[in-house]
């Protein structure tokens, strides 16, 4: 039987002419069908189920108004279903035009308005708006100790908030239209949620505001326009963020303050009027996001804030684009493009900032000294800034390494009693490498500079340095000019092509200058003789193997599509040889350090390219007198007939001296094939002696799959002992192939559409799966057989224009059984 209907008409004489009456009449889930027309008075449903709907879904309005404090509909411990209905309460006293305690509530297709001071509580209860219109009121949907979801509704013209969340109350909405309010989703008194793909504009003071240790989660959200900021978190408030887009905003893209601490991801903030991103006494995990044209510093982390903020993009900020004042927090792989005035600038606090990156603006990094602070640098690269690279001024630290500052009139400049101390710094072209005023002191360790139109280092007032093992190369003027009375000692450091003196200003009586060791026969040698001796006899990391020329190989390294961890272990091996050379240079003991390596992955993970790059590396530092790779397998180190396999490893060793020897699928001389099973160890056997009788020649890589290398280790007690590193090459990921492949399209003149870019990344998706697919090999494959795809596709085109001959499509992908 279906549910039983009750008429509710102002005109019918066989209906109820109140709604009230029906609903009082009507049984336990029954359906209460309203004809168009004006219906005063309270509906109070009680302990009952009932439906009241729109006999005419969409025609003319059947409107339900309560003059009175009471809510036109009142729910409690009821099952109640609203449809097509307008609401509206006149009352500025009513708590809500639609009330529902320890209720189930569904509110579908309805418009309401009115002066309550909510359009919807839910107390206790479940409530489930869907196609609604909340305009002309106080508040919107409030949740206390409620659930529930607000879907695809359109909320507007409110005086405070379009939804709240109280106390225990999780609701989420999603696909909403909120305009012109003060607060678009606020959470707090330990309120949560979920906000899920709305878009929110006119906000007057925040889009979604959370505070009072409130949790909500907010997902792919739009914020545009309005006096207010995007985002706002206070309190000891938290949550999730991610994906979501604020623009064009009079207040911040995101604020952060009093303790709050959310996790806020790949958001982009683009034309705000204050900050993108403020950070006030709170801490907060902020993670690829981007921050583009904003008035006031892009992020600002001010009294006591203590964030994490990983990658993004801080682009064309009016004034600075990092603004850290007495606070602290942790900044890694930061990029910087543009700033109006400086990349960083650090006003007091304790902040560390790595793999930071900046370019253009009038400084990268600026310690103004207004506050003393304590600021660590791991890791920099500043370009083109128009006066400094790193100024630092006031009572502070600043502390750094592996820094490169390209293309900046002065790379360093230290005043007033600030203390630098820098390790593996880089300083190239402009026309001072570093400075130094007031009271300074530089401290620097096996750092360049290079190819300045001045001196490398200048130095005035009471400033003081100290150089030890850098190289100072192709200086305009003097390579350490001294202007200062204060201690200078410049320390086993080289002077290459200086156009001025060495150190001007050596005879100053706190000026102390000592020479490097020279090489046998260095004193007496003519010039010619000691540049050919770069080839054979450069000790590791002697001038004329230049720093440069290793961070030119090692950024070919980090041109590669993924292999981070691979990347980060061939630059951590690079530095063990280049600290080991600075140690040796200071009388210091030299651990040895294991240049045999074990490439472990699979086939087309990059390992042989890889190889070709380490054999350089070890060139360049002096390591390796050559630094070719010779490739070779087992077939081309084992012999068919005994005393033969001895021979081949021999020849192939030879070839490879100077150099790296790299044999890939190394396990296979462990294995036994037939009746030469013991050649692969015989030649395992030589190798071992060859390694040691040759330590300082040649280095040997191993390569193969994981757990084929760690059997392979194991086959002679000499290999484990001489192979102490393994590098592990992991699959490239689908997105890592994709752009192996849009590389190749690039270098070959072709064009991938979105769909085929989207059709790519779907078959590479399936092919990661496939044992044999072949990871970065495989991926080229398939670029090729796309290629064939498409002059196929075109063969029957007369005359293809360029557009055409550069396109490839989704049909140009082959199937994945192709």
Not at 8 to 35: M, Q
Not at 140 to 165: H, M, P, Q
Not at 468 to 496: K, N
Request: glycine letters at 12%; aromatic letters at 4%; a negative charge.
């Amino acid at each position: 039987m279906g549910a039983p209907t009750l008429l509710v008409s102002l005109t019918r004489t066989n209906a109820y002419r109140d709604i009230g009456a029906a609903v009082a009449a009507a049984p336990h889930g029954a359906v209460i069908v309203v004809e168009p027309g004006r219906y005063d008075g309270q509906i109070v449903v009680r302990a009952k189920a009932v439906t009241i709907q729109a006999a005419v879904p969409g025609g003319p309005p059947v409107v339900v108004e309560s003059g009175t404090a009471a809510p036109a509909v009142y729910c409690e411990d009821a099952q109640v279903v609203l449809q097509g209905l307008m609401l509206r309460t006149w009352s500025a006293d009513s708590p809500a035009t639609v009330s529902a305690l320890r209720a189930a509530l569904t509110v579908e297709s309805c418009v309401i308005t009115g002066q309550a001071f909510n359009a919807v509580l839910c107390e206790r209860s479940t409530a489930q708006l869907r196609m609604c219109d909340v305009s002309g009121m106080r508040r919107g949907v409030a949740f206390v100790d409620g659930s529930g979801v607000v879907e695809n509704c359109r909320l507007w013209d409110l005086d405070e908030y379009a939804v709240l969340t109280k106390r225990d109350s999780r609701p989420t909405v999603r696909h909403c239209h909120v305009r012109d309010v003060d607060r678009g989703f606020e959470a707090f008194e330990g309120g949560g949620g979920t906000v899920e793909d709305c878009h929110f504009t006119g906000v007057r003071v925040g889009a979604v505001t959370a505070g009072g240790r409130s949790r909500p989660t907010v997902r792919r959200c739009r914020v545009s326009g309005g006096r207010g900021s995007g985002l706002v978190f206070s309190g000891s408030a938290g949550g999730l963020v991610e994906d979501c887009e604020l623009t064009d905003l009079e207040g911040c893209g995101i604020e952060v303050s009093g303790g709050a601490e959310p996790d806020i991801r790949r958001c982009r903030i683009e034309g705000v009027g204050r900050n993108g991103i403020h950070v006030s006494a709170a801490r907060g995990t902020f993670s690829d996001c981007d921050v583009t044209a904003s008035r006031l510093p892009a992020i600002a982390v001010v009294d006591g804030a203590a964030p994490v903020v990983r990658g993004g993009v801080l682009r064309g900020s009016r004034e600075d684009a990092l603004l850290v004042r007495a606070a602290a927090g942790r900044y890694t792989g930061l990029r910087i493009e543009d700033p109006g005035r400086y990349g960083v600038i650090v006003q007091g606090g304790d902040p560390t900032f790595v793999d930071l990156t900046t370019s253009g603006g009038e400084a990268g990094v600026v310690l103004d000294g207004t506050v003393a602070a304590d600021v660590r640098i791991d890791g920099a690269t500043i370009q083109g800034a128009t006066s400094s690279g790193i100024a630092a001024g006031g009572p502070g630290r600043l502390t750094g390494t592996r820094i490169r500052v390209e293309n900046v009139p002065v790379g360093l400049v230290g005043i007033d009693t600030i203390s630098i101390t820098l390790t593996d710094a880089v300083f190239s072209g402009g026309t001072v490498g570093v400075a130094g005023a007031g009271q300074a002191g530089l401290h620097l360790t096996g750092s360049t500079v290079t190819g300045t139109a001045g001196s490398g280092v200048l130095l005035r007032e009471q400033s003081r340095l100290t150089l030890r093992t850098s190289t100072l190369r192709a200086c305009g003027g003097d390579g350490v000019q001294v202007e200062t009375d204060a201690p200078v000692l410049v320390d086993q450091c080289e002077f290459v092509d200086v156009t001025g003196e060495p150190v001007r200003g050596a005879d100053r009586p706190q000026v102390s200058v000592t020479v490097p060791e020279q090489p046998a026969g260095g004193a007496d040698a003519a010039p010619d003789d000691r540049a050919r001796s770069d080839d054979t006899t450069a000790p590791a990391g002697r001038a004329t193997s230049t720093g440069v020329d290793v961070d030119a190989v090692l950024k070919e390294l980090d041109g590669m599509i993924g292999l981070a961890a691979v990347k980060r272990d061939v630059r951590t091996l690079v530095q063990l040889i280049r600290v080991g050379e600075q140690r040796r240079r200071a009388n210091l003991p030299v651990l040895p350090v294991s240049r045999h390596l074990v490439f472990a992955g699979s086939p087309g993970t990059g390992k042989t390219t890889v190889a070709r790059i380490y054999g350089r590396l070890l060139a360049q530092l002096g390591v390796l007198a050559k630094g070719q790779v010779v490739e070779v397998a087992r077939v081309d180190l084992v012999g068919e007939y005994l005393g033969s396999t001895s021979l081949k490893t021999a020849a192939a060793f030879e070839r490879a001296l100077g150099g790296v020897l790299f044999i890939d699928e190394a396990y296979a001389l462990a294995r036994t094939f037939g009746t030469n099973s013991d050649f692969g160890l015989e030649a395992i056997d030589t190798l071992v002696k060859l390694m040691e009788d040759h330590r300082d020649e040649t280095v040997v890589i191993v390569a193969g799959y994981p757990d084929e290398m760690v059997r392979f280790l194991d086959t002679n007690p000499g290999l484990a002992s001489r192979f102490t590193k393994s590098i592990e090459f992991v699959d490239y990921a689908p997105d890592e192939l994709l752009a192996i492949i849009s590389a190749l399209a690039g270098q070959h003149g072709y064009d991938l559409t979105g769909p085929a870019v989207d059709a790519l990344l779907d078959r590479l998706a399936q092919a990661v799966h496939n044992p044999v697919f072949g990871n970065g090999r495989g991926a080229r494959k398939l670029f090729n057989a796309m290629i064939e795809c498409q002059a196929e596709r075109l063969a029957d085109v007369p005359a293809p224009s360029a557009e055409q001959l550069r396109t490839l499509l989704p049909e140009d992908i082959p199937a994945a059984d192709d």
